[in-house]
């Protein structure tokens, strides 16, 4: 049969039945909207979670002081594990999976202008530390930069709410504050940034200036922590290992001593958020399969009464010498119509409802839906499984009656 033929035939047989076959094309246009909103959703959900990860930085780990629980080599326990700038490098050196580590300095003092104070988290950081927790800076300011470190520059770069508290909707940048009443020029502000974790304060509310300064300025050596960042983050488990046995050959502490130095590892989040959010966007996909499945019942059932009601016109095919696999092929088509209809139909609303659902106000926590291609496909995908297995059995029915019985009706 010709398709104009067959799509004319199709509509003559939907326009009979209009509540039914309403009711059929509406399970599906609402399965596929269903599908689509939900997947938008988790990909929204996944994208914004790793956004907020972002704040903290991409994929690095901090090391901090802690204290020996083992006794080693004559050494008893509780004895306090402090670091050097110089263990930061040793860790660069020993351990060829290692690609960056920078020591950090911090300390909470108080930050003024003029009458207006604030306590922050001051940083004593190298230049690459903005690459590693992703601190940029807002345009017309800049970030710390070697030169800073080398000359010992009394400079400090403001968190985007600090600067805010400190000098309103004033330019910060080339004006002095006091650090512990030691005046520094603001070369710089926070870009603002989604950050849902930290180690000390948001970096909003933080400042840094340059490690050598901070040495100076507080007189001591020993930082406060260490960040690195694997170059390949499939052995993040196995650096850390090695920086147990680095530090403790160093520090003189057993290398199986996990309390001697703590170390938060970002890259197990981001392993964790991989598994997470493929078993949730799986269940919620599996929530939208089952729901359109339910509409690819509705059009198999309606395609059993299309059998039952034209059984005398497929006597009349079989009888003029169509062969079973024509049969079976004109309702695989007609099925696949219907089914096309409401998916069609259940894309555009399933896109206005994601395009309407840009602006709710709970987005920095479950994201934003979007209706992305990789969405697309999964939606047909299924509607391609729900419209074969819906169209397979009455299909099958249909090429399998028996000729005289049909003519009979």
């Known amino acids: 049969m010709l398709l104009p033929a067959l799509f004319k035939e199709l509509f003559q047989n939907l326009n009979q039945q209009r509540l039914r076959s309403f009711l059929t094309i509406f399970g599906i246009m609402w399965g596929t909207a269903t599908l689509i909103l939900l997947l938008a959703f988790g990909m929204g959900f996944r994208d914004q979670t790793v956004l907020n990860m972002r704040g903290m930085g991409d994929q690095i780990a901090i090391m901090f002081g802690g204290q020996t629980t083992k006794p080693y080599e004559g ?92 000098f309103g909707e004033e330019d910060p940048v080339g004006k002095q504050v006091m650090v512990s009443n030691t005046p520094f020029t603001v070369i710089g502000v926070l870009q603002e940034k989604i950050q849902n974790s930290s180690y000390s304060q948001q970096d909003r509310d933080r400042s840094f200036i340059p490690a050598s300064t901070f040495s100076v300025m507080m007189g001591t050596e020993i ?78 059932n309606i395609m059993f009464v299309v059998v039952q009601e034209r059984m005398k016109e497929i006597g009349i095919r079989r009888a ?61 995908a299924v509607l391609g499984f729900v419209g074969f297995a819906s169209g397979l059995l009455p299909a099958w029915r249909a090429s399998r009656l028996d000729v005289v019985e049909c003519l009979r009706q």
């Open 320 to 380: 003029s010498g169509a062969r079973r696999h024509h049969i079976m092929t004109q309702f695989f088509m007609e099925t696949f119509m219907i089914v096309g209809i409401g998916a069609s139909a259940g894309y555009l609303i399933g896109w206005l409802l994601v395009e309407a659902m840009q602006d709710i106000p709970i987005k920095e926590f479950v994201g934003t839906p979007y209706f992305s291609p990789e969405v697309g496909l999964i939606a047909f």
């Open 223 to 300: 930082i406060n922590n260490i960040l690195y960042t694997p170059a390949d983050p499939a052995l993040a488990p196995a650096i850390q290992d090695q920086v147990y046995m680095v530090m403790g050959r160093k520090h003189r502490f057993d290398p199986a001593d996990k309390d001697a130095i703590g170390i938060w590892d970002t890259n197990e989040f981001w392993s964790f958020i991989n598994i997470m959010f493929l078993g949730i966007n799986g269940f919620l996909g599996l929530i939208g399969f089952f729901t359109l499945a339910v509409g690819g019942i509705g059009v198999a």
């Open 75 to 166: 050494y008893g326990i509780g004895r306090p594990i402090r670091y050097r700038e110089q263990d930061a490098k040793l860790l660069k050196d020993e351990i060829v999976g290692i690609d960056v580590a920078t020591p950090e300095y911090m300390r909470s003092l108080e930050i003024s202008n003029g009458d207006k104070r604030r306590t922050s988290s001051v940083g004593g950081v190298y230049p690459v530390y903005q690459e590693l927790r992703n601190t940029f800076e807002v345009p017309g300011g800049r970030w710390l930069n070697q030169r800073d470190m080398d000359d010992r520059r009394r400079v400090i770069f403001l968190g985007n709410r600090l600067a805010e508290n400190l």
